[in-house]
């Protein structure tokens, strides 16, 4: 068996291991293995709508975020950047904060994943209090993009061998010297971040040319980086950029 067959069944194995499914009232409470930023496990809920079902967090996700002091009601940054996030998921806020997604039987993985991914997303984005908050972290990285004058296109999806779709932050174009480089940013480096970029990647890097790399800007400015992500990515051969350290790459974004 190939390495990439064995890396592939390792991970749907371990996925099929730590994921619960368990009844409760008129709904299903399905806890995941990915953890949230004070390393809980991420849950959600399906609720049977007739022939529909309805995916939500039951406004876990924005709510933590408001009791930690991060202001999502009257800040316009925050508000049009957490919109922009739900819209590239096709994820919807209810009126009682709620993250949320309708679905049927067929489309339930699909649209699991993709509401899971913008829980990861909108949780790392907004991991800042009203006291330490310089910029959102994302639009950092395109303003030093814009800048620099380093040409890219932002919120890209590609369809992966799974069939799921992964949404990209930036992708550099080929050039003459350089393949297409992909580019997720991370705000908030903990494991089950990491976990999610690498899977994304490896779902879909054989459907992209041979010289196609991914790039991870990582922000270091208040945390150092823990050994286990900075080893996960270079296992899997992904380059990190540490924000402190973005000038260095320079020459190599602008290729």
């Known amino acids: ?3 990439k067959d064995q890396l592939k069944d390792s991970y749907f194995g371990w996925l099929k291991e730590n994921i619960s499914f368990k009844d409760i009232d008129n709904a299903i ?3 995941t293995p990915l953890m949230d930023r004070h390393n809980d496990y991420l849950q959600l809920y399906v609720v049977p709508n007739g022939d529909k079902l309805c995916l939500t967090d039951d406004g876990y996700i924005i709510n933590d975020l408001l009791l930690s002091g991060c202001d999502l009601h009257t800040s316009k940054k925050r508000k ?3 919109q922009t996030i739900l819209n590239s998921y096709g994820v919807k806020r209810s009126d009682k904060d709620e993250l949320y997604v309708e679905s049927t039987i067929d489309t339930f993985p699909q649209r699991k994943h993709m509401l899971v991914q913008a829980m990861l997303t909108v949780n790392d984005m907004f991991m800042t209090t009203r006291m330490n908050v310089q910029s959102i972290f994302l639009e950092d990285v395109e303003d030093f993009f814009i800048k620099h004058d380093i040409r890219y296109t932002d919120n890209v999806i590609f369809t992966g061998k799974s ?4 949404k990209f932050d930036f992708v550099i174009p080929r050039s003459r010297s350089k393949g297409e480089r992909l580019i997720q940013t991370i705000n908030s480096p903990i494991k089950s971040k990491a976990e999610s970029v690498l899977f994304s ?3 879909i890097k054989n459907n992209r ?3 196609s790399q991914l790039l991870t800007f990582i922000n270091d400015s208040e945390k150092k980086i823990p050994a286990e992500v900075l080893g996960a990515f270079n296992q899997y051969e992904v380059k ?3 924000w402190s350290k973005k000038e260095q790459y320079l020459d190599e974004l602008i290729a």
Do not use: P, R, S
């Open 1 to 3: 068996m190939q390495l």
């Open 29 to 31: 409470e399905i806890t």
């Open 80 to 82: 049009e950047l957490l």
């Open 163 to 166: 069939g799921f779709t992964q």
């Open 201 to 203: 990647w490896e779902d």
């Open 209 to 211: 040319k041979a010289d």
């Open 240 to 242: 990190v950029i540490l």
